[in-house]
């Protein structure tokens, strides 16, 4: 079983997965299609000469694909757990936009910071409005087993969640998320949201709390 440190630190990988798949390894379908079209974006903006003289332009860039493909909304659901229930329309729209901010500030600098890695891609699983997808990365030292699940909204399927080695990205957040507002309380999870965000803005960190 893999820990939650080592969890934290595949993590990184999945938007690499996620959006650096060779058109040569997926399937046809309608999901990794659209997959395809966020692929051919992002590497065309990170390999972009001039978007690597402009790191704000390009930061900016990426943050549009990641909220077209990303369902931050259902996966604060999921971590927040019972605690989104007792949530005003306020708190939830300002948490949406504190974790959208956790993950771009977390992983955008891994992902222009790239090497190339082989993947490959497993399956895909598609049942009613839920989908998940299988892939493996293969390193000189591993082969990481990551999984996708994407949820369809409005016709349009979107990522809400990553399994890492069998380790959820969610479950991990949704951990954390509980043990601090048990502890503290939700405005002292949000207030820690907010630190950790200025932190990897000034230090470039992980997304760990």
């Not at 997965?17 to 999901?31: N, R, T």
């Not at 048990?182 to 630190?195: F, I, P, Q, T, W």
Request: hydrophobic share 40%; aromatic share 12%; with cysteine.
């Amino acid at each position: 079983m893999v820990n939650m440190k080592l969890a934290n630190w595949l993590c990184p990988w999945f938007l690499v997965v996620l959006l650096f798949l060779a058109p040569s390894m997926v399937s046809a379908s309608a999901i990794t299609d659209d997959l395809k079209t966020t692929i051919d974006a992002v590497i065309k903006i990170v390999t972009d000469p001039v978007y690597k003289k402009d790191s704000v332009a390009r930061r900016e860039k990426l943050r549009e694909l990641f909220g077209k493909r990303f369902n931050y909304k259902q996966m604060v659901i999921r971590s927040l757990a019972k605690s989104w229930d007792e949530r005003t329309p306020e708190e939830r729209e300002q948490f949406i936009d504190l974790f959208r901010q956790l993950l771009e500030k977390s992983y955008a600098g891994k992902l222009e910071s790239y090497k190339d890695e082989k993947i490959n891609y497993l399956g895909e699983q598609v049942k009613g409005q839920y989908a998940l997808v299988k892939t493996e990365i293969v390193r000189n030292d591993a082969t990481i087993d990551v999984d996708y699940k994407l949820y369809n909204e409005d016709g349009e399927w979107r990522v809400y969640d990553f399994v890492i080695e069998r380790v959820s990205m969610i479950r991990n957040y949704r951990s954390q998320f509980t043990k601090i507002i048990r502890k503290d309380s939700y405005s002292g999870l949000v207030a820690k949201l907010e630190n950790k965000i200025k932190d990897i803005e000034s230090k470039d960190g992980d997304d760990s709390l």
